[in-house]
């Protein structure tokens, strides 16, 4: 009797160890091994996008440029859009529209914010190729295309200058830095930059076209006009 009560207490425990053995290896697995996708594909992805979003607002802080007092922040440069590509020569003065990717940004859509000395939203650049429905909700918001820049400009030019990356080349967009922060005035497309002549005026070339008679559009033509500018708009060059 006492030698099948001992077998009787061997069995128990080898069932003990059989049956535990597998849950234990279960929940180290669940706990520590298994993928978070596999528990929480949503959790997972929101986890992702939040580690991604911090790495790129990280890298966007150090994007910002002091001009006669306002602080321009361009966002969207860590996008991998082909558009971030027209970026790369002037990084720190650019900003790309944002992948489908990040509709989950707290600044999706918004490629760079002007504020003024006391950190108030004097301009919003909001992208105008990722939703036809994004439309400005403010006096201050405006729609660029997938790039803008801030333009180089020598330290005599009198306004701030911003290039919009267009399909034949720039838009440049003038705003006053005096007085308040307000647009001039705008021109393109082009694909220069602004050039002085020896009275030091400022002029730019645009591209204009133009169909010749009973042409249709694939007929168009293509020709440079400089235009100068004058007291805060743009006049046909007629020297």
Same mark, same amino acid.
């Given at each position: ?26 929940? +180290? ?31 966007? !802080? ?7 007092? +306002? !602080? ?35 600044? +999706? ?32 918001e405006q729609k ?30 003038? +705003? ?13 497309p082009t694909t ?6 020896k009275e030091s ?39």
């Amino acid at each position: 009797m006492a030698l099948q009560y001992i077998k009787l207490s061997i069995l128990k425990k080898i069932i003990l160890i059989t049956v535990s053995t597998p849950i234990l290896i279960i929940l +180290y697995y669940l706990l520590f091994v298994l993928d978070p996708r596999l528990l929480s594909e949503r959790q997972y992805q929101i986890s992702l996008i939040q580690k991604k979003h911090e790495e790129c607002t990280k890298e966007q !802080s150090k994007n910002i440029h002091k001009v006669d007092g +306002y !602080s321009i922040q361009f966002l969207g440069i860590c996008s991998n859009t082909v558009y971030s590509r027209l970026c790369e020569d002037s990084k720190p003065f650019c900003g790309a529209a944002p992948d489908r990717g990040q509709e989950h940004y707290p600044n +999706y859509g918004v490629m760079m914010i002007v504020k003024d000395q006391d950190d108030n939203i004097v301009l919003k650049a909001i992208s105008n190729n990722l939703n036809s429905d994004l439309k400005p909700s403010s006096f201050n918001e405006q729609k660029f295309n997938n790039v803008v820049m801030l333009a180089d400009q020598p330290s005599s030019f009198p306004y701030l200058v911003l290039k919009d990356a267009m399909g034949r080349g720039y838009r440049y967009h003038l +705003y006053s830095t005096k007085n308040g922060f307000r647009k001039v005035t705008d021109i393109g497309p082009t694909t220069t930059d602004f050039y002085q002549n020896k009275e030091s005026d400022y002029l730019i070339d645009v591209q204009r076209s133009y169909l010749p008679p009973l042409g249709s559009i694939s007929d168009q033509i293509w020709n440079t006009v400089p235009y100068k500018l004058v007291d805060g708009h743009f006049e046909i060059d007629s020297e």
